[in-house]
């Protein structure tokens, strides 16, 4: 289980960098470089966050286990957060209707003002994960992406969807949070009265994080050199 919890931190690298180099040949998409620099701070996040695995398997290091440093929810609630605010942010950039935009920006204030109360007045900053800030940035994020793919459904942009980066990283977060929500929700119930449940979200939470990083990987080296047709190349098409 560790050798793939430190495949999966691998793979953010290496999504961070696949990232940063489509945004090097395409620097005018702006919202990937945006979400490029925020894989690579994911990435030295969860890098920081196996300190309690570095900690539980050197002796000379536990003495270290009666403080903060043995827990990192006091470093992946904030880190949540500022996920949820990204993804969000990235797919209403995708989005073209101005209403609907202006009600994101609303919605997403809202929505860090009440995750940073829960912080602040509940226990779980350094006890567990947020399930508030959890459960409501995963309905949120999917009801924008839900939009944004009315909106392709509804323009021209459905004709070109396989060479748009916006989709492809949509795909893999949508199955990503559609799956992981559950376990999120049911989590708290079995985490101390079933170890196969503990041990079956784990293995989910693993698997769906590789199936995200490697699918981001891949979108961005496979499109960081294709041109997007033009209308012109459009029409001869058909």
């Not at 209403?92 to 109360?117: H, M, Q």
């Not at 995963?138 to 839900?146: C, M, N, P, T």
Request: net charge positive.
């Amino acid at each position: 289980m560790q050798i793939l919890i430190f495949l999966v931190i691998l793979l953010e690298g290496f999504a961070a960098i696949s990232g940063l180099y489509y945004y090097k040949k395409k620097p005018t998409d702006k919202g990937v470089g945006f979400f490029a620099y925020f894989l690579l701070l994911t990435y030295f996040i969860e890098i920081i966050g196996t300190i309690p695995t570095i900690i539980y398997w050197n002796e000379p290091l536990h003495y270290l286990k009666g403080t903060f440093w043995y827990q990192n929810f006091w470093l992946h609630n904030p880190h949540l957060i500022i996920s949820f605010v990204v993804y969000i942010l990235y797919f209403k950039w995708n989005i073209s209707s101005n209403k609907t935009r202006k009600f994101i920006d609303k919605a997403l204030l809202l929505y860090v003002i009440i995750c940073i109360i829960n912080l602040i007045f509940s226990d779980v900053f350094f006890q567990s994960n947020s399930v508030v800030t959890y459960l409501l940035g995963s309905f949120f994020l999917l009801g924008v992406i839900f939009y944004y793919y009315f909106e392709i459904l509804l323009s021209s942009k459905i004709l070109n969807i396989k060479r748009e980066i916006s989709f492809y990283i949509s795909f893999p977060a949508l199955l990503f949070f559609l799956t992981t929500t559950p376990i999120i929700i049911y989590f708290k119930y079995f985490n101390n009265k079933s170890p196969e449940f503990v041990e079956m979200s784990g293995s989910v939470m693993i698997a769906m994080n590789i199936f995200m990083y490697s699918a981001y990987s891949i979108a961005f080296l496979w499109l960081a050199n294709k041109r997007k047709p033009t209308s012109k190349n459009l029409k001869n098409a058909f």
